[in-house]
């Protein structure tokens, strides 16, 4: 098999990117290790940048978004017993639109199949070669047979743990990395939110969460010990925690009901630089993690994945290599600023074990200048909306 970029992994950076570079008549093949059901069964953020809005405008697959999505202006901050409105759409003109990922990622699948675009499911021991000469192959195993295919490029969206960044020399990537001491346990229900917007609160008994998936689906998530289990959470326990954690009034409105879905994630900051070796480029989580606390990790893989079409288009439409000479420049910049950002709200957020009173009372100072600063709730607004690019 011949293509001209393929695509390790079909997680939504795979997919948009696929899409991206068939609106520009770029061939290009996905190879994904699980299934599709798999994939549209793991349950992540849902909050999208209108930016990551406009290039699923572009690829002509935001229908159901539009119909389905949620708009919301502004997102609330609790913390001292009470709820604290940050109008977002004020200070940016701009909104996000809350939808779940594994929607965004079912609407890129259904458009990739009706495109007849090539995936590859269930691809196994993925290898990939010479991506430091001009015809990089990758290598796969399916239904025992070894499979090799030629392409021109190679693009890594196979996630934090996929194979692309493990395949490049050690000496050639630097990494900068924060693994925060708790983790976030979610539960999924069958309930209208407790609120049209998002509360983020902070509470003496840790961070609490209110989203939504639509009108009638809630998610709601409590920070945790990293040691947690799923099992100590039967959905009674986290249903009476959330209440103790949120202001009276939410806490007195609260629907409760059967949980679909509780998980526990850990938290976590990390940077590969560059993202660019010879014809093989990084892109989302393969490049970058971010902690869940400011919905960034999938707008991140938008962003890298807008660049590095733009810049192949750049390379086979005007044969210059200037795009793709930039592409990791360009990516890392806006990635460090969202890095930045989530790192600041998940500070900002959350009750650190063991931490000093001095601390406590920075982060009390810094909860009440957001508040009664118009400068702070912009800066706030302007990167929860999204920056430029
Ligand atoms: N070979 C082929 N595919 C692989 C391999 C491999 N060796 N390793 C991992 N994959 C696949 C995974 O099965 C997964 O479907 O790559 C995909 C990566 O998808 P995500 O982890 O979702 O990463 P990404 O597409 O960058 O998504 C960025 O979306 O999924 C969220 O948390 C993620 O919010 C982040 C954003
Ligand atoms: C979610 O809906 O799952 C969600 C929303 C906002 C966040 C993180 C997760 O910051």
Known sequence: ?????????????????????????????????????????????????????????????????????????????????????????????????????????????????????????????????????????????????????????????DGFHGVSRQSVKPDALTTFERVYPFGWLGLLSETPPVSPELIYTNHERGFALCSMRSLHRSRYYLQCTLDDDVNNWPDEKFWDELKRRLDPQAAATLITGPSIEKSIAPLRSFV???????????????????????AKGLNLAASDVHYLSVALREFYAEKSAAGIDDYSRRALARVWKAERFSWWMTSMMHRFPGTDEFSSRIQRAELAYLIDSDAAKTSLSENYVGLPY
């Open 272 to 294: 590969a630089e560059p993202m660019r070796f010879g014809r093989l480029f990084l892109a989302g989580d393969a490049a970058h993690i971010v902690p869940p606390t400011g």
């Open 1 to 157: 098999m011949r293509t001209q970029v393929a695509i390790i992994g079909g997680g939504p950076a795979g997919l948009l990117l696929g899409q991206l570079l068939h609106c520009y008549g770029i061939d290009n093949v996905i190879f994904e290790r699980k299934d599709r059901d798999y994939i549209l069964g793991r349950i992540r953020a849902g909050v999208l940048e209108q930016g990551t809005v406009g290039l699923l405008d572009e690829v002509g697959v935001s229908a159901r978004l539009h119909h389905d999505g949620l708009v919301h202006h502004g997102i609330e901050l609790a913390f001292g017993g009470a709820r604290h409105r940050i109008d977002m759409a004020r200070a940016t003109g701009k909104t996000v639109t809350v939808y779940g990922q594994t929607e965004v990622t079912r609407d890129l699948m259904d458009a990739r199949l009706a495109a007849g675009l090539t995936t590859v499911y269930n691809a196994d021991n993925v290898s990939l070669h010479d991506f430091d000469s001009e015809q990089p192959c990758i290598r796969y195993e399916k239904d025992g047979t070894t499979h090799e295919v030629v392409c021109d490029f190679i693009a890594g969206c």
